[in-house]
Structure formats: C-alpha cells, structure tokens
C-alpha cells in the first residue's frame, strides 16, 4: 500500500511497507538457493522465511486489514489483494525450493525425509508403535454436531481435519472431526540407525499420524483429510490508559493471545475444496486467506531435521568471537580500561562478553554504588539479569526498566520483573503509550569523593545467544556527558519527570527525528553550495515519511546518499530528477544485520562531519512512539573505524549485497566477489 505524502506537493510515490517486507523475505529465501551456502543452512534459511511469514500475518497484515476497513488510512481492499497475492507468490516459491531443491540435494547427502508409502516394513513397525505409545494417547479426536461445535484451534497450531463416512455410534451422519495434535509432540522424528540403511532418516510427525489416521475413528471410514493450521492476529491489545497495572494487564491478555482474530489459513495441497470451503467458513475467512502447500504446513519445524542431522560439513564452520585484546588487555579490568578512554565492540566479530564482564565487576566491587539498565529482549535465561538479581542481593541499588510490550517477549519479561523485584530491585515499566526500545546500562562508582558513571549503549538487545547472530555495535565510556545523559533518561523513565535538556543524546521522541532531519537538511545546504555533500545511513528499516521527503530533498539538492537497509524500505531510488542520487542497498548474509550507523558530511572540514549509533530504526514507531536512543562518536580514530567496518565494507560488498530500484524490486549485486561479513569475521580472527 502506497503511504500518502504529507504534502501534495511532494511527487514521489513511497513504496508500500508490506510488499517491501515480502521483498525482504524473498532476499532471504534466495539464501536457500545459494551454492556457497552449506546445505542444511540453506534449509535453515527456508525455516526462516516461515517464521518471518508467521509474523508477517499475526501482526503486519492484521493491521492492515484492520487500516483497510478506515476510509482515510491510505490502504484499500486492492491493495490488501495484491500484497496477498505477492505472500502467495512468495510461499509457493518457498515450498518448490523446499521440494524440488533443498530436500533432493539432502537426499543425495543421505539425509532424507520418508512417507509412509517409501517406508520399508520394518520402518513402518517402528512407527506404528511409536504412534501407538507416543502419539495416540494424547489424541482426542473431535466430531462435530450441534452438540460438539468447532473447537477451539490456538494460534499456529497443528490441526487436522477429517471428512468421515458411515455413520456414528448413535447412527448419525456426522460428517467432520477434528483433531488438534498437541504441541509436546515432536513434529520430525529421527528413525533409529539399525532401521536406516546407512542413512540419517527422518519421519514426520503428520506422517505418522497421517498413516494412523483411520485408527482414531473406528468402524468409520476416513474418505478425505487435511493438515490445518489457523495464523491469528497475535498483537496484544491492552488499552495503557485504562489500567491500574500493566504487568498484571499482560498477563492476562497473553492467555487468550493465542485465540485472536484468524487472517490465515494453511492447508495441505490436496486437501479437498469442501474441506477448506468449510475451514474458510468457520473462520470467517475470504478465500484469498486460504494458503495450499505442498507439503508440512509448519516448515519452521524443520528446524529440529537441522539440529538432529548429524553433518557438521553441512552447516556454517563455528564462528568464535575474538576478545577486543587491543581495547581490553587480557588480565585487566574492563572497568579500569574504560577510565582511560571509549571503547567500541562489533559483534558477532567480537565477543559479547566484555558487556558481562563489565557488570560482573560492577556487582562485586564494593565502591559501585548502583546500577540501572534497559531490559527489551534478554531471553528466558540471561546471565545478566542473573547478575542484576545479584547485585540487589548485595545491597547496591538496581534499577530495571523492563520494557512489558517487547513483541513475542511478553511473558519472559514479566517473568524477569517478578524475579528481579523478588529481592528488592526497582523494576518500573517505562512511559505509558510508548515501548522502551533504547540500550542503556549505567553504573554509577564512588571513587574517592567524586561519583563517576560507567555506561554502556548499544544498538542491540542485551541477549547474549543473538550477540553471536546479530552484527550490532555496542559501546563503552565513562565520558561525563554521555554517562550524565543517560542517567537523566533513566530518571525520566522512573519518576515520569520532563526529560531535561541533553547535551549529547538524541533521545526519540523529543529530539532524535527533528535532530536527524536538521542533519540533513544541513547536508542539503552545503550541496547547494558546491562543498561536499554526504550521507551514507545502514538501519534495518526506513519507512518514516518525514526522514523519507527529508533524505529525497537533499539527494535533489544533489547530496550523494546511500542507504544500507536490511529489511523494508518504502524510499524508491533512481527515479530520474527526483531520487536518482539515492542508492539503496539491503545485505543477507550468514548473520542478521542489525547495526544502526548514521554519517553526514556538509562539508570539507574535518570538523563537517557527524557520525552516530542509534537504537532506533527509521520507522514513525521508533522516531514516535518508543523511547530510543542515538549518541555521537566523537573520537575521530573511532569514527574512522566505525567508517571502515560498519559502511564501507557494506557498500562494497558483492557477494550478500542486493539493489533496490525504483518500483521496489531487488536485484544481487553478484554471488562470487567480497562479502562484507566474511571479511571482518576474517580480521577479527586473532
């Protein structure tokens, strides 16, 4: 759906987010096609794409059905049907890559994947009574009447759904059942190797119950069948202003996410019309809703296939991060090297473990006083909320601003809030209406008569599993202004006071979009003067409109811009007299991009040029309605390396690059020169 410009004046036409987040997801899926790419991560790949799509309808494409049903919204029922018919596009191409590629070239590799009909005798022994011990006594199939309604299906569930003949036990013609399989069941069962041949063989759960499906209605004949499996709208809906404790709002709200509206339907290609009209019906559901796949209607699950092949030639050689020796001699104290100057860590290239280390000293020396930090995705088990619950028990003062609505998190941080209040941490949720999306950890030291503050931000979550997955940037320094700005933001969050002035911070929503839009408009200025005129950005989205007519204003002025932008990007590059000095790229490589780097240059002085981090995406959410952060790099030898690793390489990049054109499209860059992500895991291997 094309977003409308605030001005009529502005002729550019954005690009529609949604079909920018299909875009996107066809990026990835093209990993799975790649020859240089180990095999069993090429299926990963395609895992990936299903879980990316799994959200997509819980929460993009909800919202826009519901924007479609207002008249001013800017999305229409059109608009709906063609980014409907791009997923469908999109999920097609996924399960022939699935069918016709990814699974023969397993196959080839002894990995291979049986159905009932390949399977030898004793193979169908050994499933039979796995079925019969495993599987069966957790099954309790359902047939419909008016006594027996549609049960309740919870959100990506597998179901299936059975047409029966003859007749019931009380002579009734009950034609429907039921079946929802539980999730504790595996979905893809290894076969013992003495049943295998010399191969690693695999069977599916809907196999297994597929084969047995006739058991569970005796003296019925089962005439047709359908794997099913429903995606609901999975935001949660809790009006902030209407309840007395969040905390305890969520957690009540997460017991029926799982029941929310339907948007779409996935069933098995040869499931027949009457079923799937009859699912269609019983949803409530268009039959543009209506997904046929050929094949398992959850291939997320397909990741357990990945981690029970055993092939480690397969997979993606282990990657270690290096400790940054040169900022941080072995044997010293993190916190004694931040003293002496900033420090600046790249992961997943280096090790994420300095963070830990810096808050493991913090919470057993006994001349820090406190210790406050931002908690938005850390997982279920975190090694540093561990050391935060810790640190309370050492009677120093922690402060937790644990964000409640971090998406598909909700129930991992309201666990950790319980815990870390448990043993006297002050636990507070933030600013009503917006999300704490900013990545601060601040520890406040008595040393001699002065307090001085040690702070850490970072462009990622506190999460040390995706800080060996995600390439993030993440910050040390005990500069006073950075450190006294940050600890004014945690003040602002708990006490709900006006944020004071900051001296070096941008903090959204109150000056990181006005400041960036006055960078740029700063950059405009000097190309209209014939000095130098730059701007190179790399984010993970950019579909703010303001950011948007401000970047389109200054490429027409003539500043060269280029923009790294992993996922959707509603800005339409090369349009001939409007943005055809805007380039814009995306790269998909083995790690997930997620750095957040900004860089103006107005001019030919060394000091026409600024150079930040930033927590925040270009997104009207993020500028809006989140509190975010972005702070300077002001060290020019830090600058120049933040230049070297985090832009340059990017824009180099010939191997994991693609293009964007003008009508949203991308095209690779090419598949045999550099990569960006390979050539710094190679320097950072020491």
Partial sequence: MPEASSTPSDPVTLLSRERAILEFNRRVLAQARRADVPLLERLRYICIVSSNMDEFFEVRFSDALDAARLPDSGTSHSDLAVVAADAHALIDEQYRIFNDEVMPALAAEQIVI?????????????????????????????????????????????????????????????????????????????????????????????????????????????????????????????????????????????????????????????????????????????????????????LVRMNTLIDRADAPALRFPPHEPSWPTDQLPLGRRVMDCMAERDILTHQPFESFDPVVQFLREAVEDPQVLAIKQTIYRTGSESVLMDLLIEAARRGKEVLAVVELKARFDEEANINWADRLEAVGVQVVYGIVGLKTHAKLLLVTRKEGRRLVRYGHLSTGNYNSKTARLYTDVGFLTTDPEITADADAVFLH???????????????????????????????????????????????????????????????????????????????????????????????????????????????????????????????????????????????????????????????????????LDSTGRYQRVGETGVSAQQALAQRYQR
């Avoid at 941008?506 to 740029?520: K, R, Y």
């Avoid at 790229?585 to 001019?603: C, N």
């Avoid at 600024?610 to 830090?638: C, G, H, K, Q, V």
């Fill in 114 to 298: 049986v159905n009932h009909a390949d399977r030898n005798a004793a193979q169908r022994q050994w499933v039979s009574q796995f079925f019969h011990r495993e599987v069966q006594p957790l099954l309790v199939p359902v047939g419909l009447d008016p006594a027996h309604p549609f049960p309740q299906v919870a959100n990506k569930s597998l179901n299936f759904i059975a047409q029966l003949g003859g007749i019931d036990a009380f002579g009734r013609e009950n034609t429907i059942a039921i079946v929802k399989v539980p999730r504790v069941l595996p979905r893809v069962i290894r076969l013992p190797d003495r049943l295998s041949d010399g191969k690693q063989v695999f069977v599916l759960l809907t196999s297994v119950i597929r084969a047995h499906l006739g058991e569970l209605f005796p003296e019925r004949e089962v005439e047709a069948f359908s794997q099913f499996r429903v995606t609901r709208d999975s935001d949660m809906d809790v009006d902030e202003d209407d309840v007395t404790n969040l905390r305890q709002a969520l957690r009540s709200e997460l017991t029926t996410r799982h029941y929310g509206r339907a948007v779409r339907i996935e069933v098995v290609n040869t499931c027949p019309a009457r079923l799937s009209d009859f699912l269609l019906t019983q949803f409530d559901l268009p039959a543009a809703a209506l997904y046929r796949v050929n094949g398992p209607v959850n």
């Fill in 493 to 659: 969050l708990a006490s709900l006071n006006t944020l004071r002035p900051t001296k070096q911070l941008l903090v959204a929503p109150f000056t990181l979009q006005s400041t960036m839009v006055t960078l740029i408009e700063r950059v405009a200025a000097a190309a209209r003067a014939g000095q130098p005129a730059r701007i190179v950005c790399k984010f993970n989205a950019l579909t703010d409109a303001t950011l948007i007519r401000a970047l389109i204003a200054a490429g027409q002025a003539g500043a060269e811009i280029d923009l790294i932008v992993r996922g959707a990007c509603a800005l339409p590059p090369g349009l001939p007299g409007q943005t055809d000095h805007i380039r814009v790229r995306s790269v998909v490589g083995r790690f997930l991009e997620h750095t957040r780097v900004l860089y103006f240059r107005w001019g030919a002085q060394e000091t026409d040029e600024a150079l930040y981090f930033s927590s925040a995406d270009w997104m009207t959410r993020n500028m809006l309605r989140r509190i975010e952060i972005a702070w300077p790099i002001r060290d020019a030898s830090l600058r120049q390396r933040v230049i070297d690793e985090c832009l340059v390489p990017y824009l180099r990049d010939e191997r994991d690059a693609w293009t």
